[in-house]
Every structure is written in structure tokens, then in C-alpha cells.
């Protein structure tokens, strides 16, 4: 065992984070993956949550109107290898009561205190992924069980 291996990590914590508002969601990565926070590497100062979108999810959307006490970063990854800044779908996104549709691959910064969400599934032609960073610690996890 390496004297880093603490600093790898190759399993996520499955949990619901509490803007969530339903229990079972078809059609994307759910619960959510959280691959990196300070529960899974001590003192890490940023939370990284990684989300498969496979189809339009059912109920949609996931997530209601919410904001953070932290800086956010979103970013909506194509997964074409020919054509990588298409998302493979069509996302309408809700930032502070603005509605903004995009289909390519997107990256939107939330500074802490931003009311965003709902966004919802337009299409999903193909698999794409979601990655946030919380520039945090940790995410607030949902007080329901999984």
C-alpha cells in the first residue's frame, strides 16, 4: 500500500443530496456519486459529483430551485468522440428565474448564493455526463434514507 493511495479514488459515496425532491429517478446516474469530499479524502476542500444522463429521466426534472453557500461549477460533457462539444442532447436550464436552452457541451459557474434549477431534460439523444464541483468540503446530503 502506497503512502497516496488515500488520495485515490476508485469507489463513490452513493447518497441523496437534499435538493433532490423524489426518491427514484430513471434514466440518470441516482443517487448521486459523490467521488471526492472530505468525508472520502480528508481535508479536501472541494466536493466533485459525477452523473450519467442515459435518457430523459423520469420524473423531470431532479432538481428544484435551490442555491449554495458555496461556489458551484457545472459542467455538461458530450460524449462524442467525433464531435465532442455536442452534448448529445438539449438541457433548459433556470438561473435565477433566467431560462437558458444549450445543446453542446457546456460549463456554468454558480457563485455561492445563485438561486438555479430547476434545469430540465429537452432530449437526450445519447449518453452524457454531468460533473460538479462544489467548492466545499461537502455536499448537504437529504436526512432520508436511501
Not at 460549463?107 to 430540465?120: E, S
Amino acid at each position: 500500500m502506497g503512502k497516496h493511495d488515500r488520495l485515490i479514488v476508485r469507489e463513490p459515496k452513493v447518497v441523496c443530496v437534499d435538493y433532490h425532491p423524489v426518491d427514484n429517478v430513471k434514466g440518470v446516474t441516482f443517487p448521486d456519486e459523490i467521488w471526492l469530499d472530505n468525508t472520502i479524502v480528508k481535508n479536501s476542500p472541494v466536493v466533485v459529483d459525477i452523473g450519467w444522463r442515459f435518457e430523459v429521466p423520469e420524473p423531470d426534472p431532479v432538481e428544484w430551485e435551490h442555491s449554495h453557500e458555496f461556489d458551484e461549477v457545472l459542467c455538461f460533457i458530450g460524449t462524442d468522440p467525433e464531435n465532442p462539444r455536442d452534448l448529445g442532447g438539449e438541457i433548459e436550464f433556470h438561473i435565477d428565474g433566467e431560462v437558458h436552452v444549450f445543446d453542446t457541451t457546456t460549463v456554468i459557474f454558480l457563485p455561492k448564493g445563485l438561486p438555479h434549477c430547476p434545469f430540465v431534460h429537452k432530449r437526450v439523444d445519447r449518453p452524457f455526463l454531468l460533473v460538479v464541483f462544489a467548492l466545499d468540503g461537502r455536499y448537504p446530503e437529504a436526512t432520508k434514507e436511501l
